[in-house]
């Protein structure tokens, strides 16, 4: 293969490959020529475990950064989060249009991260769905035939339910920027994480949260102390 591509031709090895993707020294645009060469061996089914695996690790510092985000987000066991971040990974590797692709490492972290998130939040949304039909059927007496799934528990109940809470406060204050507001002020991300998801510059993301909270200043101003203490449940705004 290497007597093919000259690009390898400098690499002896997989993991002077690897080294070479992973280390900080080294001009972009060739890692990312090496990587789309290996999407490209990946998308003609050559060897399709062994150049996933050396994507994988050649980008491996940008995915451990979207593990780490992850993990915090997505509250599950390490395990688990891995299989969802390898499955987005692969499930990307395998249809993205290189010809519409500018940077290939950039692309593949932050589209992994951004389907890795869709796909959490879709399965919990239907585990909600799920809990709902089952409190309405307890309540009208009937007995449903499915047994449903147990509904997503946090293991950090009493902060996420706190965060719930204010998000569900925020929401028709603030609208659409509500979720970068929790993720910057409350879940303590800053501008890269919270757009990351979204794919929303960090320039973006700080304009939006601070047009948010002068928007929910303007608010309280108008409120008398009272009525707004009893709106957030006694606890001010943050």
């Known amino acids: 293969m290497r007597r093919d591509w000259e690009a390898l031709s400098g690499f002896e090895q997989p993991d002077a490959l690897v080294s070479f993707l992973t280390a900080r020294e080294g001009e972009s645009h060739v890692k990312d020529g090496l990587l789309a060469g290996l999407v490209v061996l990946v998308q003609m089914g050559a060897a399709v475990r062994f150049f996933v695996?050396?994507?994988w690790l050649g980008l491996w510092p940008g995915l451990d950064g979207?593990?780490?985000r992850c993990l915090r987000r997505m509250e599950r066991e390490p395990a688990e989060v891995v299989s969802s971040?390898?499955?987005s990974f692969m499930g990307l590797v395998v249809r993205v249009n290189l010809s519409s692709v500018q940077r290939v490492a950039a692309t593949l972290v932050r589209g992994?991260?951004?389907d890795a998130l869709k796909a959490w939040c879709k399965e919990r949304e239907e585990q909600r769905q799920r809990a709902r039909l089952a409190s309405l059927s307890e309540a009208d007496g009937w007995e449903p035939v499915v047994q449903w799934p147990v509904p997503f528990v946090s293991r950090a109940r009493s902060f996420n339910s706190e965060v719930e809470e204010l998000r569900a406060w925020l929401l028709p204050l603030v609208g659409e920027d509500t979720d970068l507001v929790v993720s910057v002020l409350l879940r303590e991300e800053d501008y890269v994480d919270a757009g990351a998801s979204l794919g929303l510059a960090p320039a973006a993301v700080r304009k939006r949260v601070q047009r948010a909270l002068e928007r929910l200043r303007k608010m309280t101003k108008k409120l008398p102390?009272?009525?707004?203490?009893?709106?957030?449940g006694g606890k001010g705004c943050f």
């Open 53 to 55: 695996a050396l994507l």
């Open 66 to 68: 979207v593990y780490r």
């Open 85 to 87: 971040i390898a499955a």
């Open 112 to 114: 992994t991260e951004r």
């Open 225 to 232: 102390e009272k009525d707004f203490l009893s709106q957030t």
